[in-house]
């Protein structure tokens, strides 16, 4: 069901058998990082939400792979977006992770710390020069050595903003903000002049803004946070401004994604992060709103935007090395990435992939637009995200924020509890 | 025993020969008494199906209706099945349906004789443990379902048995709480009953079959719509064990449609009625066993 | 039904002890005429059930215990620790919580779970036209999936949703049902009550259905009201259904989990207020970074509390009874 969701998914891994089911057990006779062996034999590739919109493009993928090497058989399987970090748990632990797996940084450092992700800096460094720089980093974890997932799609999204409320407010709907100061500026006004009516955001203030607002997140050597430094604690007091000044949504604190997406629809909110995708939503569910939509790039002061990164880990424990390295190399080289880049709105991995006039030729399309903003940005990118920052620290960060915005405690106070309970979970996770 | 033995009884008489409403003891119902009740039952009505009725009413709006509007229309303008039309072309609703429908129907037969034959041992037998094997049950039922998810998903997998329906249906085959319905119809059952038929020379299996099951039917009727309904809803189950989607449960399938379409509330209502409206056709089948089940005092305290 | 059999075993073990004893005595058994004798062990009887439960319930929970003392996560094996998962818990903020909004649902839920269903038991236990589709209509939400029936909540209490619009148009104005730290727990709640109704009410006609109408016509004759009539005669009539109905209610209310999820959030409302104890054993317990040791050590606490509840709502009955 739609909200279903990790929700009741959830509940699950909370009891594993005792340690003889334990870790990824599945298949003593595969884990050789050596990758020189023929290409044959049947492996499994999972993606990520990935079949709904792209079921011909994979299939035919697959076919043109099993077709270059005969022998070989890949069987694929897509996953819910909900639950994924559950089912890949699940799989982790009982040892029937897939030979391929999507995933995204924060899901290959526990993998690749319980050994179940193959070190392709050992087993694949000759690939290693075909993706750009920051993308191969993009999957090694602070604290040990080695690259876990071949770098796949980039994406960065835009910020869209109503113009109409803009007009309203009296802000000039062609200068939207760009850094947090001018974003705090401007949200104040807005709310103002609305009489608290609009609110400019509908989130609370993530990991990723403490990162685009400058605040140094961890320190170099990966063992503990520093997001309550005099900077994040300068953020957290603006955002809870802008939360009494109801510039920041009322409803910030139980917002989840659809819900202030639901709010930028219905005009309640002046501003909301997105993609691409988007843009085609919006044209259906609220027309007049298309019309006066603005693009531009998300906020950042510290002259960066934030780029999620996914990937595709080879596991470990793999019977068939070879095939597996292969076939993630084939899915994510630039032919490949670059096709499936025009099917939708991601973008390549692969070094030069973004020079491509598809990525930087306007044709006058809002789409087209939005692309080569995106790519253009995309090439100073940072995943702010750090690797550790598991969910429960994320829940954590959350919850006191929301402290501090209902002044239950000092933005100060919050962001102490807050790193203390984010290194204590970094501690637990060994 | 009775609810709805009584209920034909009453209505058929009821407008042929006697204009007048009685009660049970042949009393009149008095008119204002009558109105009252009905005005009750109505406004409970809308409390309880009234929040189905505005999820039906929201997947028949169209694209270009307002389904937020202020005062709220409780009435599409323009009704249409197009949302529906749009939840089958972004999953294979059918096949998710079909998957479903086979995991509920064999977790309806594994239940039934499991749950019968446990709960008529329980009850009806004696032997060394039976009470040991009555608190095995109990305890299951007190168990947590959410925490223990992982273990069973380990252990299907030392059976071989993950990524199939067999595996669905597992772990949910012979629920506690069926055996103890079962185990508590039984125990209602006169004596006598099966003692004459003990006299007679038939066997355990001929008391069984013979005898005690046909008089518990109703009971057997809750236990299959429990069964059926607790296979269809399930959730995180199917999702933690089956990995090809094309064995996906409609509960996964529909998932796809939050995932990719969160701010349709359209299409995730018409998702919603896929998913809710085989359940209540079911129901309305059923109900009358399901009535008279529950009055053989199966829940009874 | 957990509690009539655990209420059933005990006192009314003697009362059984009929000379009808058949299992007792296999050699007296007479051979069927009929058919070849079948096996008869009443352990065969027994096996599909226990094998299922045995295999799929009871081993996962034995290791859930056994975890409960060490500190496991999701990926790395753990090490025995005694006792320290629960002196964590003590000075655990968020354990605390926790407990206090599983404790505030069980004081919200079980009352109206009580007597709701009650009232609607004897609004429909009258054969009047029509009555047996008030009843199925009414069981309905039982029917639909919590799921589902959280979607449907949540797009009724939602800002914009049906409840709001209607509330505008009778110039109440907006109220944030799912917002608030304190609404959201109630609307919560209200769900759970919403959709237990029926499920209780079912239970309740059974009942009634066993209550001597000599009782009421007495009662009748005495000139006793409808009201006194409830109190006095139908009330103690269904008692023990009544004890029955909380046992089960204040268990399942203890444990609440899908409810608040789904309307709060998967970070349990504003700050995380709203988090009941289940949802923490899922958000501690769940993912690749899951402390699947600590979040077995909270499942414990709440398995022991439940049985710790449903023994005390026996006792208080028979308490009674004596």
């Known amino acids: 069901m739609p909200i279903s969701r990790r929700a009741l998914a959830a509940a699950a891994v909370t009891a594993l058998v005792l340690p003889l089911s334990a870790c990824g057990s599945g298949g003593d006779g595969g884990g050789t990082t050596d990758a020189s062996g023929k290409v044959e034999g049947d492996i499994t590739f999972q993606t990520w939400n990935l079949r709904a919109n792209f079921k011909d493009y994979f299939e035919g993928l697959i076919a043109d792979f099993e077709k270059k090497y005969p022998g070989t058989h890949v069987k694929w399987v897509d996953q819910p977006a909900e639950g994924y970090a559950d089912k890949i748990s699940a799989d982790a632990a009982g040892g029937t992770l897939p030979d391929v797996v999507n995933v995204s940084p924060d899901l290959v450092a526990p993998l690749a710390k319980a050994g179940l992700a193959m070190d392709l800096d050992k087993a694949a460094a000759k690939y290693k020069a075909e993706y750009l720089p920051g993308a191969w980093a993009g999957h090694q974890v602070p604290g040990m050595t080695g690259t876990y997932a071949f770098p796949w799609y980039l994406n960065t999204g835009p910020l869209f903003y109503n113009k109409t409320l803009f007009k309203k407010a009296g802000l000039d709907p062609n200068k939207p903000p760009k850094t947090y100061d001018e974003l705090f500026t401007d949200a104040l006004q807005m709310a103002d002049k609305t009489g608290g009516k609009v609110a400019t955001l509908a989130n609370v203030p993530t990991i990723e803004d403490f990162g685009r607002y400058g605040v140094p997140l961890m320190d170099k050597a990966g063992t503990g946070f520093t997001f309550n430094d005099a900077k994040g604690v300068e953020l957290l007091t603006k955002y809870k401004q802008l939360y009494d000044a109801k510039a920041l949504d009322p409803q910030a604190l139980t917002a989840t994604p659809e819900s202030s997406g639901k709010k930028f629809l219905t005009g309640a909110v002046a501003m909301n992060p997105g993609s691409a995708l988007d843009l085609d939503n919006f044209k259906k569910q609220a027309p007049n709103l298309y019309k006066n939509i603005g693009i531009t790039d998300q906020i950042t002061s510290t002259g960066h935007v934030n780029m999620y990164v996914m990937g595709l880990m080879v596991n470990a424990k793999t019977k068939h090395t070879p095939t597996a390295i292969a076939f993630a190399h084939y899915v994510t080289d630039a032919e490949h990435q670059m096709s499936f880049a025009k099917k939708v709105a991601i973008f390549p991995s692969t070094a030069g992939s973004l020079d491509d006039p598809y990525f930087t030729k306007e044709d006058g399309t809002d789409e087209t637009r939005v692309r080569i903003a995106a790519a253009k940005s995309l090439k100073d990118a940072v995943n702010y995200t750090p690797v550790l920052f598991s969910d429960q620290m994320k829940t954590a960060l959350r919850n006191e924020v929301a402290k501090a915005l209902q002044g239950k405690q000092s933005p100060k106070a919050a962001l102490d509890n807050a790193v203390k309970a984010c290194d204590q979970l970094l501690k637990q996770q060994g | ?301 | ?322």
């Open chain 2, 1 to 301: 025993m009775s609810l709805v033995q009584k209920t034909p009884a009453t209505r058929t008489p009821a407008p042929a020969r006697r204009p007048r409403l009685t009660d049970d003891n042949g009393r009149r119902v008095r008119a204002w008494e009558l109105i009252l009740r009905y005005v009750l039952l109505l406004a409970v009505l809308a409390l309880t199906v009234g929040p189905f009725l505005w999820q039906l009413s929201t997947s028949l709006k169209g694209p270009t209706e307002d389904i937020f509007s202020s005062p709220p229309k409780f009435l599409p303008s323009h009704p249409t099945l197009h949302n529906y039309e749009r939840v089958s072309q972004t999953i294979p609703v059918w096949d998710y349906a079909l998957n479903s429908l086979k995991v509920a129907t064999a977790n309806v037969v594994t239940n039934c004789v499991g749950s019968a034959l446990a709960g008529y041992a329980l009850a009806r037998l004696r032997y060394r443990g039976r009470r040991a094997t009555t608190v095995v049950f109990v305890l299951a039922m007190l168990v947590p379902a959410e925490s223990i998810v992982i273990a069973q998903f380990t252990t299907m997998r030392d059976l071989g048995l993950n990524n199939t329906l067999v595996g669905v249906v597992l772990p949910g085959a012979v629920a506690a709480m069926n055996v103890l319905l079962m185990r508590n119809a039984f125990l209602n059952l006169p004596y006598e009953i099966e003692e004459a038929a003990y006299v007679d020379g038939a066997n355990v299996w001929q008391r069984f079959l013979r005898i005690a099951l046909p008089s518990v039917k109703g009971t057997l009727a809750v236990v299959a719509i429990f069964a059926f309904m607790g296979a269809w809803d399930d959730f995180l189950w199917p999702l933690i064990v089956l990995s090809d989607p094309s064995k996906f449960t409609l509960t996964i399938g529909l998932n796809y449609l939050h995932g990719t379409f969160a701010n349709d509330e359209r299409l995730v209502a018409a998702g919603t009625v896929i998913a809710v409206a085989p359940l209540i056709a079911l129901f309305a089948c059923l109900q009358r066993y399901f009535f008279r089940g529950v009055g053989e005092g199966a829940v009874k305290g």
């Open chain 3, 1 to 322: 039904m957990a509690t009539s059999t655990a209420s059933r075993t005990r006192p009314s073990r003697p009362a059984r002890r009929s000379p009808w004893r058949p299992a007792r005595h296999p050699a007296g058994r007479p051979v069927s005429r009929v058919r070849r004798q079948l096996p008869t062990s009443p352990w065969l009887f027994a096996a599909p059930g226990l094998l299922i439960t045995g295999a799929f319930i009871l081993y996962p929970f034995v290791s859930t215990v056994i975890n409960a003392f060490t500190d496991r996560r999701t990926l790395i094996p753990g090490r025995f620790v005694g006792l320290a998962n629960f002196r964590e818990l003590l000075h655990d903020d968020m354990f605390w919580t926790g407990l206090r909004n599983s404790a505030l649902y069980v004081v919200g839920v079980v009352p109206a779970l009580v007597v709701l269903p009650l009232l609607l038991a004897l609004l429909v236990q009258k054969n009047i036209p029509g009555i047996t589709f008030f009843r199925s209509a009414f069981y309905t939400p039982v029917v639909a999936s919590i799921v589902v029936v959280g979607l449907i909540w949540v797009w009724l209490l939602d800002e914009r949703g049906l409840v709001n619009s209607l509330l505008e148009t009778i110039g109440v104005g907006k109220v944030g049902f799912l917002s608030d730290q304190w609404l959201l727990l109630l609307s919560a709640m209200t769900v759970t009550v919403w959709k237990g109704l029926g499920y209780y009410m079912i239970i309740y006609l059974a009942a009634l259905a066993n209550v001597p109408r000599e009782l009421h016509e007495a009662a009748a004759v005495d000139g006793a009201g409808a009201v006194r009539r409830f109190l006095t005669v139908t009330v103690p009539a269904v008692r023990s259904t009544m004890v029955l109905v909380a046992a089960l209610s204040s268990v399942a209310a203890f444990k609440v989990f899908s409810e608040v999820y789904l309307m709060a959030g998967p970070s349990g409302g504003p700050a995380g207020e709203d988090t009941t104890l289940v949802m923490l054993v899922q958000r501690t317990g769940t993912g690749l970074t899951g402390r699947v040791g600590y979040a077995s050590a909270i499942s414990l606490v709440v398995f022991v509390v439940t049985v710790v509840l449903m023994l005390l709502v026996l006792r208080a009955d028979r308490r009674e009874d004596s």
